[in-house]
């Protein structure tokens, strides 16, 4: 991580007024892929993490039975809070929690975890972490939206802020994941740095 938490964290609450008035047609692809890719369905509790202003989140908690989203932002949480609210989305829960201590437990498994726009703020050693810990959560899905390579990103263009973003390539993306269990069901490139990774494991009924 090329900041802190509490670096990134102070980052996004000066930030998380305008953070919905700042997107590229990139990252709305990205969403709503994600958001297509996670079918949470009633009986689904879903673990969104880097959740922000709760996008993905307040998208999937009227299809899901609960939805958990954790960031490392108060600012960010806050707006989160403020638009469920709004929409009078009551079973979704904003709170801190981080990709290595997502803060779920004890309340029970989580079936489908998403994350969009968030992961490629770790180095790659803290993404592989953050993947088994999903895992170890006992979700069936894991649907990653992200900056990600899928060739080499042209020194010119970059889709991301060098100073403070760490984005993988997809290769280690995904080796991450099949180490940690998953299989690979989908790969969505969206732009040559920007991408969806579907990842899914065997639950221990269908095992
Ligand atoms: C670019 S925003 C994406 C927000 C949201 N997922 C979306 O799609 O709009 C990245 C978010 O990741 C959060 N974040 C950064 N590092 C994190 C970490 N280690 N654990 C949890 N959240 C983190 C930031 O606070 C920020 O809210």
């Known amino acids: 991580m090329k900041k802190t938490i509490d670096e990134?964290?102070?980052?996004?609450d000066s930030h998380a007024a305008d953070y919905d008035d700042d997107h590229g047609p990139e990252y709305r692809a990205c969403a709503d892929l994600v958001i297509e890719h996670a079918t949470a369905g009633p009986e689904d509790v879903v673990l969104d993490l880097g959740t922000g202003t709760g996008e993905i989140a307040l998208a999937l908690a009227p299809h899901a039975k609960r939805v958990i989203g954790r960031d490392i932002s108060e600012g960010m949480l806050e707006q989160a809070r403020r638009k469920a609210s709004a929409e009078g989305i009551e079973n979704v829960e904003f709170g801190p929690g981080t990709f290595r201590e997502p803060n779920v437990s004890p309340e029970g498994p989580v079936d489908v975890a998403v994350s969009n726009f968030a992961m490629h703020h770790l180095a790659d050693d803290e993404k592989r972490t953050a993947i088994e810990t999903i895992a170890g959560l006992g979700s069936r899905r894991f649907v990653l939206g992200d900056v990600m390579f899928f060739g080499s990103p042209d020194p010119d263009e970059p889709f991301y802020s060098p100073e403070v973003d760490d984005p993988a390539t997809v290769g280690t993306l995904a080796d991450a994941l099949t180490s940690a269990g998953f299989s690979i069901t989908a790969v969505e490139r969206v732009h040559e740095q920007v991408g969806v990774l579907v990842a899914?494991?065997?639950?221990?009924?269908a095992a």
């Open 8 to 12: 990134h964290a102070a980052r996004f």
């Open 200 to 205: 899914e494991r065997a639950t221990d009924e």
